[in-house]
Structure formats: structure tokens, C-alpha cells
């Protein structure tokens, strides 16, 4: 679902936002890292964290990457680029078609239920042609509690022991704040993600504020901007 703002709530948020300057960085000399930069100047409900995606993907040296959830391809777009840097599998699922594409060779998409697609996983993973080891898994779906809780039952049992999971939405609201000062029109989905992640963790912090600790074996960081993303990193 995207924001159930009016066209007028949109409108005023576009004017206010239209005052904050973008942020500055120094240039890179990491040509996809520029990409990312500047694909994430359009302001979205996933731009502040891109060049996190990417970071946190080349950080494990992955082989293989998941992305559950792919709508016009944000996220797609900083991860194609990490798998490509990394010589790494990409496998892209949405239950909806997407206009996202990449020339990357090893990048598929799949069209499907993803709790569903968790049961074929092995076999397509042996037909690809890779080992069915996710050493990067990003979640940004449905956004709801029930589905959440499925999605981590059906696919944490994938996650490689030095993996990486994290999940978007994780601060949703109706109106939630960029880390720039800028403001985006989203909805309540009822803590429904946190509240998965929290349970699995058997921890419960304030999804609002900055928040690092270690928890169920894995080393947990939270980012309450921009929807929220919290990134589980398995303990090594
Ligand atoms: C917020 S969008 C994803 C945004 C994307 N990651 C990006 O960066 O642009 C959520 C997507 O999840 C998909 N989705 C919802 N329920 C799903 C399910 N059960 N299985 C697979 N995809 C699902 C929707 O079709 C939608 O495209």
C-alpha cells in the first residue's frame, strides 16, 4: 500500500520539503555509490536508506542476495548494484509484475508469494545454479504483523551463518520524517514489522529513536528515519 495522504496533504509536504536543502557528500570515487547517491535524491519512502542497502550488502561478501518486494525497483537499484560488485546471485520477488530490470546476468526476477516461493527455494536455487544460502536478505512486503511473522519463519532458515537480514517499515506512520528534516506521506500499519522483528528478538526497544544492541544471535541496529529500517546482522 502506498500513502493514503490526500493530493492536498501530498501538495503541502511537497512545499514544505521544497525549503530543506539535500544533503552533501564528498564525492567517491565508487562510481555505483555516486549512482545510488544520486537515484536517492528523489526524496521516496526508502531513500534515505539506499547507500545502506548497498553498504550492508558488499559488508558480507555475499554470493547470494534475496530482495522480497520489489515494486518500481529503489531497492533493486542499489542492490543490482552490490551483486554486481560482488560477482554475487540477485533474486528479486514481488507478488506484483515490475517494470524493474537489470542486464545483470545474474539477476532474476520472480513473480510470486513470498512465503510461498520459501518452499520451492531449494529446487530453484538448483536449477540456477547456486547453493539456496541467503547471505543478504531485505524485507519490504506487505508491511502487516501476520505476514511478517511468516516471512521471517519462512525464510531465516535460509539466512547463511555469516548473513545479513533487514527489514524496511520498520517505523511506519502516517506522516514519517526523512533523515534530512524532510517529510513523506506513508500509513499506520499498527507497528505490524516491528513487532514481528521485536518478538523474534525477544526484545522490545522504541522504534522512534536510534537503537543498537545484541539480541538472539544477532547484532541488531535501527534506523527510525524514513519508514524505519532495522538491520540484523548474524553474530560471527
Ligand atoms: C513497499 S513495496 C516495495 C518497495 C521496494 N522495495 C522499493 O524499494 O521500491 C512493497 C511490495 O511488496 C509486494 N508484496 C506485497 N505482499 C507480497 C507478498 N505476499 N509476496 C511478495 N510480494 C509482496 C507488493 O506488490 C509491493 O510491490
Redesign the pocket.
Known sequence: MNSVLTQTAKGILAVYNSFIPREKHAVSDDAALEEIRRFARKRT??SDHLETLYREALSVQPKLLL??????????FALSRAAEKSGAWLIS????PTLFRSDYEKWRFVQ????EFAAAFPEFAEEAGFEPKIDFLFI???HTYT?TRSEIDAWVPFLSPAGTMIF?DTNMKLIFRRKDGSLGGGWNNRRGVIRAVQEFLEVRWDENKPYRGNHNGFIVRHIPTCSGLTILRRKR
Open positions: 519512502d526508502i530482495e522480497l518486494g520489489v515494486r518500481t525497483g529503489a531497492s533493486g520477488l514481488d507478488i506484483e510470486g508469494d513470498d512465503v519490504d512486503t506487505s505476514h524496511h
